[in-house]
């Protein structure tokens, strides 16, 4: 076999090395008592009020990360983050949690999230694991059994985190439908729109990847956020002076390489 460097490839290598290094720079700067403040997200801040708002009405809270994802998405494991400090609240203010959703691995997952944490919150009596439960594998026989739930329990705080399809207005909708404040976070680009119209607080994108290193304050997490951030700068910087040696050395073959 024969194995050659392509030095076509070069830059793409370079790229990778620098973000490695970055990250463990950042990491070790984490760790060495280095603070990387993260900006506010409204959606975040507004957790606590969500949770407190559901306690004092004695109603339930919604939480389901939508249909489109399994558990080895990003999205799903970054909506795993919130559930974990939804759960470790709801245990200590005794707020029941319902967690609908259309995958049995998900559901597993969960069950083990929450039980731990109302564990460590010191109220192991309060879980339930029958409020996290499987629906259906059928996109939209998932979506109407989540909304028959929320027509039901008429909870008063929904969180919407996860990957989600088509099934993402319908839920969303019927959450208002019942005076829901409602927090939803996803990153696909279509159903963004609809919750942005519908929900009361919406984390766009990567907001919802930065809530892990936001809610834990977990050193790898804020790591990889301040190495993603500074790889940005030096994007924008390289695009800017490839930009003006174009236009100064228009001559110059440099960018072929």
Known sequence: ???SFNPQASISLLAVLLAAGLTFWTLY?????????LRE????KAIEEAIGRATE??????FTPGYGGDIQRPTTIASMSFLSAVAEKTARYD????YPTHDPIIMATAQEIVSQQYTIAG???????????YLSSSQFAYAAGVEGEIMRERPASVFLLGTFEAEALIMAETAASVGAIQIAGTDSTIQLSFF?????YTLIGEELFAASGYLSGNPGALASIWAQDLMRIL????????LLSVFLFPDSQWWKL
């Open 41 to 44: 997200i409204a959606g975040l």
């Open 196 to 200: 942005i119209i519908a929900c009361d």
């Open 1 to 3: 076999m024969d194995i």
């Open 235 to 242: 994007c924008g910087l390289f695009i800017v002076a490839g």
């Open 95 to 98: 707020c029941r949690l319902i």
């Open 57 to 62: 009405m004695g109603r339930s809270i919604l």
């Open 123 to 133: 109220h192991p009596e309060r879980y339930n694991a029958d409020d996290i439960h």
């Open 29 to 37: 700067r984490i760790k060495a008592g280095k603070t990387y403040q």
